[in-house]
């Protein structure tokens, strides 16, 4: 089983889902006690959020591949950015370190195309709905990329950063996040991409007239099917 390099923190309640994720996969398709290998680089998520506000996302960047290249000098074999937001700069960490690193987007959009949708809804943080970096990587592969309007943009951000992030999930927050799925919907989405990791938290299968596609369990399916060969 090869290693995998996590560099999460960003925030640590998803990078919890992530350990989970790939321990209960491999243990599902291994069997026994048998567990993924994994190493961990958790950053201070406060600091990377001041530098994403302030634009600063070079810097960012800079802490993130220099989490790429302890984690590569550990052992890891290939690497995942455990957080869709902080892909803006995925670029800066593959060049740093002489291991792959396994593109979220890539994860998202090959699942996505997998069941036949080829129009889909995006929700995640503003810095994701709104900049090109993610969206055109999505739309690399074929898929039309819908986006709430500016309002449902920054009622979905909002609750990212001042609830989920820090482990708070209010029933009024679904509904409110329904309300924007249900405009998607309307707008042709045949399906909603839960492109920030703590949405998972919030929404659930149910909670959507069409699929869902959440990128955490996504991104960690890749990267079991990575670590044993499949």
């Known amino acids: 089983m090869k290693t995998v390099g996590l560099i999460g923190g960003m925030s640590w309640e998803s990078s919890a889902e992530y350990y989970r994720l790939l321990n209960e996969l491999v243990r599902e398709r291994v069997g026994g006690l048998h567990s993924a290998r994994c190493i961990l680089h958790s950053v201070d ?10 634009g600063e996302w070079d810097q960012a960047g800079e802490i993130l591949a220099e989490a790429a290249r302890g984690l590569a000098a550990a052992g890891a074999d290939f690497l995942l950015i455990c957080t869709n937001t902080m892909h803006k700069v995925a670029d800066q960490v593959a060049a740093a370190v002489p291991v792959p690193l396994l593109h979220l987007g890539d994860a998202t959009a090959e699942a996505v195309k997998a069941v036949g949708v080829g129009k889909a809804g995006l929700l995640g943080t503003a810095f994701t709905m709104e900049q090109d970096f993610y969206r055109d990587r999505l739309a690399g592969h074929g898929l039309e990329v ?12 909002r609750v990212i950063y001042e609830e989920l992030c820090l482990g708070v999930v209010r029933e009024e927050s679904r509904r409110a996040y329904q309300r924007v799925i249900g405009e998607l919907v309307d707008q042709g989405a045949e399906g909603i991409i839960l492109g920030c990791t703590e949405i998972e938290l919030l929404i659930r299968p149910e909670d959507s007239p069409v699929p869902v596609f959440a990128t955490t369990r996504l991104h960690a399916e890749a990267a079991v099917r990575a670590a044993l060969g499949e």
């Open 45 to 54: 998520f406060a600091e990377i959020e001041e530098l994403q506000v302030a």
């Open 146 to 157: 819908l986006t709430p309007d500016a309002a449902g943009r920054a009622e979905v951000h």
